[in-house]
T-cell receptor, first 111, second 114 residues
Framework: QKEVEQNSGPLSVPEGAIASLNCTYS??????FFWYRQYSGKSPELIMS????GDKEDGRFTAQLNKASQYVSLLIRDSQPSDSATYLC???????????FGTGTSLTVIP | EPEVTQTPSHQVTQMGQEVILRCVPI?????FYWYRQILGQKVEFLVS????????KSEIFDDQFSVERPDGSNFTLKIRSTKLEDSAMYFC????????????FGDGTRLSIL
């Protein structure tokens, strides 16, 4: 099993809708979780981090973590065309400090 | 807002040559990283660096690669005897702590090996 898995998409939502991005992870990477946004040809940009079960909200973004199901998600409310990008899920292990990245989910917000 | 800076933004090199990619991490960060992303693929960890030594490295980071912090601000990745398959985007990142702290990425260096 890969450490972090994401549905590569593409995911298309109309402007103003909620975009839901999902990620699963293995036992090996169960400490901390991060969502990054990556525009084409650009670097990963940190959106949110989440460390404990439940929801964490920051503006239009909500991260959800369910450790029992080994599942982390990102909800984007009121999606805007500028949200169109690839969203990367990253996780850190209990030992060591490298991040394991998923392959990313491509999101397109249609005006 | 403090940021990680990388130079050059694009490096074109002949196969077999050596390249040095440079990074200036965020000034109060203590942990430094190099990742690479081959076109269309996921971001892959290469190496982490703390207290002037490598703290962790991946299988990709073999004898062809080395890192150095030559002064108080720069962090470099050297790739010797470059191969075609080394062509990728190389990202430097830094963090204030270990696994539970976010890593902040630079804009990357696009390395093209001819």
């Amino acid at each position: 099993q890969k450490e972090v898995e994401q549905n590569s998409g593409p995911l298309s939502v109309p402007e103003g809708a909620i975009a839901s991005l999902n990620c699963t992870y293995s036992d090996r990477v169960s400490q901390s979780f991060f969502w990054y946004r990556q525009y084409s040809g650009k670097s990963p940009e940190l959106i949110m981090s989440i460390y404990s079960n439940g929801d964490k909200e920051d503006g239009r973004f909500t991260a959800q973590l369910n450790k029992a199901s080994q599942y982390v998600s990102l909800l984007i409310r009121d999606s805007q065309p500028s949200d169109s990008a690839t969203y990367l899920c990253a996780a850190s292990p209990y030992t060591g400090n490298q991040f394991y990245f998923g392959t990313g989910t491509s999101l397109t917000v249609i005006p | 807002e403090p940021e990680v800076t990388q130079t050059p933004s694009h490096q074109v090199t002949q196969m077999g040559q050596e390249v040095i990619l440079r990074c200036v991490p965020i000034s109060n960060h203590l942990y430094f990283y190099w990742y690479r992303q081959i076109l269309g693929q996921k971001v892959e960890f290469l190496v982490s660096f703390y207290n002037n030594e490598i703290s962790e490295k991946s299988e990709i980071f073999d004898d062809q690669f080395s890192v150095e912090r030559p002064d108080g601000s720069n962090f470099t990745l050297k790739i010797r005897s470059t191969k075609l398959e080394d062509s990728a985007m190389y990202f430097c990142a830094s963090s204030s702590g270990t696994a539970n702290q976010p890593q902040h990425f630079g804009d990357g260096t696009r390395l093209s090996i001819l």
